[in-house]
T-cell receptor, first 110, second 114 residues
Framework: RKEVEQDPGPFNVPEGATVAFNCTYS??????FFWYRQDCRKEPKLLMS???SGNEDGRFTAQLNRASQYISLLIRDSKLSDSATYLC???????????FGAGTRLTVKP | DVKVTQSSRYLVKRTGEKVFLECVQD?????MFWYRQDPGLGLRLIYF???????EKGDIPEGYSVSREKKERFSLILESASTNQTSMYLC?????????????FGAGSRLTVL
């Protein structure tokens, strides 16, 4: 079983839609959680950290469920510019051991 | 802005050739990393370094070596390239301590081994 698993998608949604991605992780001792965004043929960039209490950044909401070992990303009012691959990242053992999911591809259509 | 620069965006090499991938960061970060990214597999850690001349193996170090002679530079070396090393290689850096979780990536080096 992979340490970090994501639905690869693709998710194809119309502009204005709400879309949610989930990510599961296998190590219950995992400490820190993140969502990165990767545009086509570009490098990953940090989108947001995921805090235990859940956190919001504009149209983006991230949540953590430690009991079920998953994190989620909710995007409201999707924009064309949200089209990208979203990578779930879990810091498992120490600050130098970041585990990446394979990514979920989102395409927002007009 | 932190900048991580990878010297080559695209390389084509032949089986058995020695390959150097260079990475330079300009924000005095202690940690540097080399990942490879393959479809369906995500990013996998090859090697990382938390200080000059220090290196640690990641998940897939076989067939690779690294060099960190200066804090800002972390090189990935393929001693004898093979076709299964065709991939996108991503260098990243981060601060030591509380900032270590935030990785800044370079633009990537796409290597094709024929």
């Amino acid at each position: 079983r992979k340490e970090v698993e994501q639905d690869p998608g693709p998710f194809n949604v119309p502009e204005g839609a709400t879309v949610a991605f989930n990510c599961t992780y296998s190590n219950s001792a995992s400490q820190s959680f993140f969502w990165y965004r990767q545009d086509c043929r570009k490098e990953p960039k940090l989108l947001m950290s995921v805090y235990s209490s859940g956190n919001e950044d504009g149209r983006f909401t991230a949540q953590l469920n430690r009991a079920s070992q998953y994190i989620s990303l909710l995007i409201r009012d999707s924009k064309l510019s949200d089209s990208a691959t979203y990578l779930c990242v879990v810091n498992t053992y120490n600050n130098n051991d970041m585990r990446f999911g394979a990514g979920t591809r989102l395409t927002v259509k007009p | 802005d932190v900048k991580v620069t990878q010297s080559s965006r695209y390389l084509v090499k032949r089986t058995g050739e020695k390959v150097f991938l260079e990475c330079v960061q300009d924000m005095d970060h202690e940690n540097m990393f080399w990942y490879r990214q393959d479809p369906g597999l995500g990013l996998r850690l090859i090697y990382f370094s938390y200080d000059v001349k220090m290196k640690e193996k990641g998940d897939i170090p076989e067939g690779y070596s690294v060099s960190r002679e200066k804090k800002e530079r972390f090189s990935l070396i393929l001693e004898s390239a093979s076709t299964n090393q065709t991939s996108m290689y991503l260098c990243a850096s981060s601060r030591y301590g509380s900032g270590a979780n935030v990785l800044t990536f370079g633009a990537g080096s796409r290597l094709t081994v024929l």
